[in-house]
């Protein structure tokens, strides 16, 4: 995994450190205040990141279901390599009669299959409360191979709760 160095602003530590400080010398261990006075002041503590992600294409697949109905929309997403790690991604997918399906979730690391690029999901899967009333009906209707006019993916390290800005993103057209 890459390494990063967090920021920790001159202000924070003009404040944290004489606290820290008092604390740790009244109980005996100004040992421990200096080691994390010297982390604070050199600039902050290391941390882990995930790997970037890039993403390269992405298709709608309607060969994979054997019968049961649940599995004959999906869509491909495939990336330059492997994810090793969780994230998070979103879609919103429109087709050329102007149906629209938005929805997002997890991408996991495929263990059953490190080696593999794309990601299968289920397209179903993305309707949620805000989709049409009748979007599974639209679905198996409209969301098929050669009728996706537009298909926006968005990839995050974790799901967005604000105006996160994605790690990722690509505008695929005509699917």
């Keep these: 995994m890459q390494r990063e160095q967090m920021n920790i602003s ?10 820290v400080t008092s604390i740790m010398q009244a109980k005996g261990r100004s040992v421990l205040a200096l080691t994390l006075l010297s982390a604070v002041s050199l600039g902050g503590i290391s941390g882990c990141s995930k790997d970037p992600v890039k993403l390269v294409s992405a298709q709608i697949v309607d060969n994979v279901d054997n019968g049961s109905g649940n599995f004959d929309r999906m869509l491909q997403i495939c990336f ?31 263990f059953s299959d490190p080696d593999n690029k794309c990601q299968l999901r289920n397209v179903y899967s993305y309707i949620n409360k805000s989709s049409p009333l009748d979007a599974r009906q639209l679905i198996k209707d409209y969301v098929v191979p050669g009728n996706v006019s537009q298909l926006l993916i968005q990839v995050y390290n974790e799901k967005p709760e604000g105006k996160e800005r994605p790690i990722a993103e690509k505008l695929f057209k005509n699917l």
């Design 10 to 19: 001159p202000k924070f530590t003009q404040e944290i450190v004489p606290y």
């Design 80 to 110: 330059s390599k492997p994810i090793s790690s969780e994230y998070y991604h979103k879609v919103v997918l429109v087709t050329k009669e102007n149906v629209k399906i938005a929805g997002g979730s997890l991408l996991r690391p495929l």
